[in-house]
């Protein structure tokens, strides 16, 4: 998975609890189809952000009576995602400063 | 018509098959397809359509269960506090506390369980032992593997003969002739003696000559005398202990003096410790081979290349090798006797024991053959004890699924399980050793009658076997853990505690295939023990074409040899003695050979072995042996003790020879006679052998066995009679004596043994097998309880019922009579080979051994299925 997924969940996760297809749905949403994951991917990626103490997970009923999980950010996602937010902002205007055409010094 | 859940469980199943996806992700996938569906369908898609989309969202099942594989890699890696260790000390003590009272509570199941394992580790341990002391044999010899033994391969005049009897000059020859060759030393004996030390004597039939070489090759230990001088002087004796107590009791018996046939004297020098030794080499008393040429055969015969009667060992510098020095031996003998044909070759010392087969070869040896087949006897025994455990464990598996199924919800894996059952599995496998080498202490003395050796059991100290019999414990519980733990850690907690599990126990299929194969092998060793025993009859009453009846025989050797011909007039003067007369070699098996005979009418290239003996008058008419033409030796023919030869109808045959035969001229080494008579074809040798030709030639000078034909009445006092006579005498020899038919029958001792042997196999396997059988008949019974109730209540009978329940075993014991039936038959065809003579390998034999094995089945199982058909339904039924 590219490396902006992880950040991107948790930016998802961070404006409340959420489940894996409402997840996935937001993303394409979000990004206009420029984003296209496939679906189940992101199973894997959600079991090893809550191995690493970035979300949890709990069983809820919704509404249709079909159990869900859902994931909520942690604490420890929130300070990720700071961090995260940090240096993707760093990346983008580093390549937003190389991608201008240099002056030139004649 | 699209079902969309049945689509859903198909897709589910191509997920089910990474086992990386548990049942809980393969939920939430599944959440995630149906949501993906539902708004393809609301898309507008068909159901069909909308189903093919959502699952190529989805995404492929490998791709996904690679990417969790990386997570459950990472989680191996780093394990959160929550999840279960690798190595729980507090689960150990639990699974002990489990396997424990799983055993009290089944106390019976447990026994079987136990008691199968602990039969099946003694027959095993006991097969161990004797295979272990089976290689043993000559091994503790430090130089063995440097030590041969030179056979003459005599295949120029006959096909396929060997002999392993080498002249006298030739170990000293060999030494000097090639230079690998650093020592060599002749082994053996002319005739009985008769030591004699103050008023004890003995006829020391293992007194045995070997050069001064002899010590420095072979590592038997002196625990007195020192190995390079205990023969320095002729006439010296090495006695071993047993040998030394025997004469001299607690007296110290070097520098004391044997008396050997009342003629000369020998000093003893030494005592060898050979109680423990394995050897193929084996003697009561050592003497140097000198005193043998100086005062038996006459030192004249030190050079003599043709007389083939010692045994030759030698031993080879270290890095020589004996496939070498074989290629330089062809030809050697013809150097120094050039009429001889035969070939040397060099065998292993420690091929004698097992792997040897030559002809005149020593008397104590084994058979690698017989090794393999109990080896894997013990090994079939052993299944079948395991066999027993995983059927039974398997079949009482519902009494441990919610075991299985609460472990498995409080977060034990399915590794854990099954260590946790193969540890229990090992448990009782140890029980069943603790047991086992109970049994086997008590055992060892009847093993070590019927094999005929003496295994001791010192397993306390000796950690090799010790190590061994814990090695066969873990591997028998392994063994007998291996399907129980697979199949017991597969349960499926959903379905144990929703109790949608059937309680059927293990695959009957599985369970049934393992009652056959016990069943087959029991009706295997059945099968055989009825045709090893058959052919062991068929040889001992076989009609061998002479009389061996109320004959017995005396060993005529030093000064009684001189005396012969007045203790046979002394013997005929007993009105209940009918015969004495003598020969070289016993008549149950000559197998002395003087080579091609010359007769009348031979083509000068004409081969044929003719195995020949030395008798006395009355020889024929003693044995009462059937003359088909001519006459037998007789005092009235004075040219008879020179020149008369009589013939059996085979040595006719081969010789082509057109009746009348009697007159013809024959003879052999130098001696030119005639044929006086032809014998009826009798079997002079033992039943592996066609009967060969034979010749009779009177030799006065080469008699050594006297034997005496009473009446059959009144023996013991004939017997007693005829030692009076002796004992006044004074011939200064006892009065020692056999029957010849004993001998006769212990011609087969080594078939006896494996008959015994495969008999007490055959019946320990039937009921290990039955001990099974009885465990897992009880358990169906208990198991069909309520279907029992049932069939009482509507009506059926107690018979029909039993019937009922047998059937199934029924089924099972038939198709093991069709799988053990053609094995056996080829086995024994197989194994029968090896006589000339044997018996027919009957159907009725089969028939027998499945009825055998049938009826005990049938027993087993009905005192169990009986029982439940008796029961009453009110109590099985009350509860429903």
Known sequence: ?106 | MFDLEKEIRKWKRSLQKYEVLEEGLIADIELHLRDAYNAQIKAGHTEKDAFRQAVAQVGTAESIAVEYNKNRLIMLNRRSPLRPGRFMPALVWNYMKTALRVIRRHKGYSFINVSGLAIGLTVCMLIVLWVVDEWSFDRFNANADRIYRIYRDESATQADSTSVLTPPPLAEALKKDFPEIIKASRFGSWQGRLVTYKEKSFNETKFMHVDPDFFSMFSFPLVKGDPDTVFSNPYSVVLTEKTASRYFGEENPIGKMLTVNNTFNVAVTGIIQNESLNSSLEFDLLSPFVILLKEFIGEDNADNWGFNSFGTYVMLEKSVSAEKLNQKLPGYIKKYNDEDTDELVLQPLTDIHLFSNLGHDLRNRGDVKYVWIFSALAVFVLIIACINFMNLTTARSSNRAKEVGLRKVVGAGRSQLIRQFFGESILIAFFALVIALFLLEYLLPFFNTLSGKQLSLSWWNNPTLLLGFIGLALVTGILSGIYPALFLSAFQPIRILKGTMRSSGANPLFRKTLVIFQFALSVFLIIGTLIISRQLSYMRNIDLGFNKEHIIHLSIHGELHDKYESIRQRFLQNPDVLHVTASMALPTNIQSSPGTPMWEGRPPDAKMEIKADFVDYDYIETFEIPLVEGRSFSREYSTDLETAFMVNEEAVRRMGLEKPVVGRRFGFWNIDGQIIGIMKDAHFQILHHKIEPLVFKMFPGWLRRMYVKFRSENIAGTLASLEKTWDKMNLGYPFEYRFLDEDFHNLYESEATLGKIFQSFAALAVFISCLGLFSLASFIAEQRTKEIGIRKVLGSSTAGIVGLLNQEFLKCIAAANLIAWPVAYFAMRAWLQKFAYRTDIEIWIFFLAGAVGLMVALLTVSLQTFRAARANPVASLKHE
Do not use: C, F
């Not at chain 1, 991107?8 to 420029?34: C, F, P, T, W």
């Open chain 1, 1 to 106: 998975m590219a490396a902006s997924t992880r950040p991107i969940i948790l930016a998802i996760l961070s404006r409340g609890e959420d489940y894996g297809y409402s997840i996935i749905q937001k993303v394409k949403d979000i990004s206009g189809g420029h984003l296209n994951w496939t679906d189940g991917m992101l199973y894997p990626v959600l079991q090893r952000m809550e191995m690493d103490d970035l979300i949890t997970s709990q069983w809820k009923l919704s509404g249709e009576s079909r159990p869900r999980r859902y994931y909520t950010i942690t604490e420890r996602g929130g300070l990720e995602l700071q961090s995260e937010l940090v240096s993707w902002r760093n990346v983008w205007q580093a390549l937003v400063r190389l991608a201008n055409p240099i002056p030139n010094k004649d």
